[in-house]
């Protein structure tokens, strides 16, 4: 047995899991839990048992396919085979590690979170497909296999938003997630036949080296219109990470996917599959042209920025959150767009990394303040949980921290390596304009965390719910307190080292100790930067938000009040695209309706029916069933061809 | 006064409408049957009189053979008149539309 058969295992155990919840224990809610908890945690096991031998051995990366589909062509070069298999480097080593690591502590989470829920089984069922599609994009070894189980993510995604599909919000939110993602994947699709039809290949492994020695033969396909069939190959594969990242413009689903289970959110909509779409441009980074790369970076930027924006105002803990999410992911993919040599790579991967450690546990820690107030989400209806909730509120405070950034948190080492790959003078790829966003974002995450952390935790309580809080049970603080850990010392383990190794760009490490000190030596303008803009925004917050009853704001902003509205209706784009697309749709609709009812089942079925049967009518009112009129006619009839015969 | 064809032929014509008209109008069944039998008799005359001006014996030959035949037409019709009526009750031709559906 080869030793990569232990990933081969690792990927398939959540598909068991599944497939034996819907079939044998659905009515078995302990039996379910535990197939699926024992999965992912045996997928962990395995998945961290070969990447420990394989750095030890210094192997290098690894494929393992089988055919999956075969079309053998007329001509030599149409031949199309696709396989289905797993790719082991750094880089989806490292990916599997948190999809596995992360994943495991939220099914374990999910059991205390979940224990009074009908859906127990169903819901274990879904979460097991979710791990096991998961696995297939971070596996997949050419652009096919990716889409494929893109989808499935996509499935188990929809499935776990409306899992409480009995409450219209959640059915309607599940839906708006499919159909936006869809929207996003219908470019990937194309970008996926370009690349196909430029290299008549869709593997990975087998492209990136047609690209590196051959040069890139979408290049000397011309143009479609005035874009390059390069960059436009780009852009398209690009919409794939738009949908699934939720980037501008199709951000709107996520915020609404909040109606999910809170694990499901922490699993699914911060930690894991929403990276997909950062992951999938690393994977993919061979494909990009610059023209392709300043359009994602420009994307993100927008994207982390007004995301940054909008969780200023919210009044939800989870959307405050998924906001957040929101514009740490434009910072990912912002960061991809001014990759450089391999540097933007490292930092969103890198950023990807730390963030679903401390995404997660902040989703985790909202997910027992929830439980702990009768599932109330408005922050301004909590107060005062600092005192009666510990775990909670330090792990929270813990996440918030590296979230906002702050040295020596985990998120203050890969932010600021996403700062400095948009520093123009660092890194000759950077650009002026999105270094401020990513600042200007880097001011504004620390300001409203901040926000949430004193509404939700400090002062006092404001309604009873949140009087009587009480801490939510071990099964659920445990996970909390274990992400907590990564939270704080994942800067120190040199994780961006693996990235930079894998994409090539140059490492700035000499001594052990270089892992916690490195961007101080390194970029030390950007870094303070970073930490002071961090320290900004929570001085001002705390300031702001201290023993506040409502939100001050509004009137502090005075004449720029209105800003604070747009904030909070999240710059109308539901609204917009209520009233453009929705219209637009709705218009089209009427008018398909119209053609439906009075063309085709007007005119053509209903008119030839009726033809048939007027005909009929007339027809059968010859058949009297009278001997006379059946005389007279034959007479008639006689008359006739006497008239026909004499005239000619 | 010399008769021709013409008016041999007016004769038949007059007595072929006549039937026709019978067989169209008339109600009773053996009325229309005895119209039948009219407008029969009048091909017949149409035959002897272009029989004997042609002086060709052939058309009067046919004629007696139409003659023969349609005594054997008439009993044939009249017996199944009779079976009409015994199964009907009636003789009126527009109430017998069993031939409608």
Known sequence: ?648 | MDIGVEAYLLVSMLLFCIGMAGVLVRRNLLIVYMSLELMLNAANIALVALSRFNDNLNGQVMVFFIITVAAAEVAVGLALIVALYRRHKTAQVNELNSLKL
């Open chain 1, 1 to 648: 047995m080869d030793l990569h058969s232990l990933i081969w295992i690792a990927f398939l155990l959540p598909l068991a899991a599944a497939v034996a919840i819907a079939l044998f224990t659905r009515g078995n809610r302990q039996a379910s839990a535990g197939l699926s908890i024992g999965a992912i945690t045996l997928s962990f096991i395995l998945t961290a048992a070969y990447s420990v031998v394989t750095a030890l051995n210094q192997g290098g990366a690894k494929a393992s396919e089988i055919t999956w589909l075969s079309v053998n062509g007329s001509a030599p070069g149409d031949a199309l085979n696709i396989g289905l298999g797993i790719l082991l480097d750094p880089l989806s080593l490292m990916m599997m590690m948190v999809v596995t690591g992360v994943g495991m502590l939220i099914h374990i989470y999910s059991r205390g979170y979940m224990k009074d829920d009908p859906g127990y089984s169903r819901y274990f069922a879904c979460l097991s497909l979710f791990t096991f599609s998961m696995m297939g994009i971070v596996l997949a070894t050419n652009f096919v296999q990716m889409f494929i189980f893109w989808e499935l993510v996509g499935v188990s995604s929809y499935l776990l938003i409306g899992f409480w599909f009995g409450r219209p919000a959640a059915a309607d939110a599940g839906k708006k997630a499919f159909i936006t993602n869809r929207i996003g994947d219908f470019g990937f699709l194309l970008g996926i036949l370009l690349v196909w039809s430029a290299f008549g290949e869709v593997s990975f492994s087998v492209i990136a080296d047609d690209i590196a020695h051959g040069g890139n033969k979408l290049v000397g396909m011309g143009k479609f219109g005035c874009l390059p069939l390069a960059t436009l190959a780009g852009l398209l594969i690009f919409c794939g990470a738009v949908g699934k990242s939720a980037q501008f413009p199709l951000h709107v689903w996520l915020p609404d996917a909040m109606e999910g289970p809170t694990p499901v959110s922490a699993l699914i909509h911060a930690a894991t599959m929403v990276a997909a779409g950062v992951y999938m441009l690393c994977r993919t980074i061979f494909i990009f042209d610059d023209c392709a790369l300043l359009y994602i970076a420009a994307i993100g930027g927008f994207t982390a920025l007004l995301a940054a924006l909008m969780a200023v105002q919210q009044d939800d803990i989870k959307r405050i959150l998924a906001y957040s999410t929101l514009s740490q992911l434009g910072y990912m993919v912002m960061a991809v767009g001014l990759n450089g040599h391999g540097e933007g790579a490292t930092a969103a991967m890198y950023h990807l990394t730390t963030h679903a450690g401390f995404k997660a546990l902040l989703f985790l820690g909202a997910g027992s303040v929830i439980c702990a107030t009768h599932h109330e989400q408005n922050i301004w209806r909590m107060g005062g949980l600092r005192d009666r909730m510990p775990s909670t509120y330090w792990t929270f405070i813990v996440g918030t921290a590296a979230l906002m950034g702050l040295p020596p948190f985990s998120g203050f080492y890969s932010k600021d390596s996403i700062l400095s790959a948009a520093a123009p003078w660092i890194n000759g790829h950077g650009n002026v304009i999105l270094f401020v966003i990513a600042l200007i974002v880097a001011f504004l995450t620390p300001f409203y965390m901040t926000r949430l952390v004193c509404v939700a935790f400090h002062g006092g309580a404001r309604t009873d719910h949140a009087r009587h809080a009480k801490e939510s049970p071990g099964v659920m603080t445990k996970p909390l307190w274990i992400l907590a850990f990564p939270a704080v010392f994942a800067g120190w383990a040199g994780i961006d080292a693996i990235f930079a190794d894998h994409f090539g760009a140059h490492a700035h490490y000499d001594h052990w100790y270089s892992y916690i000190v490195g961007p101080m030596e390194h970029a030390p303008f950007v870094a303070a930067m970073g930490t002071g803009l961090a320290l900004l925004g929570w001085y001002m917050a705390s300031l702001l938000y201290k023993d506040a009853e409502t939100d001050p704001l509004p009137e502090k902003l005075g004449a720029l009040g209105f800003v604070t509205t747009l904030m909070r209706r999240r710059f109308f784009f539901d609204e917009i695209y209520q009233r453009v697309f929705v219209a637009a749709h709705d218009a089209f609709a009427s008018v398909a309706n119209w053609f439906d009812r009075w063309i085709i089942a007007g005119l053509l079925v209903r008119g030839s029916h009726g033809t048939t049967e007027l005909v009929g009518r007339v027809v059968r009112m010859l058949q009297t069933g009278n001997l006379q009129t059946y005389a007279a006619f034959s007479i008639l009839g006689a008359v006739a061809l006497v008239i026909v015969f004499l005239i000619a």
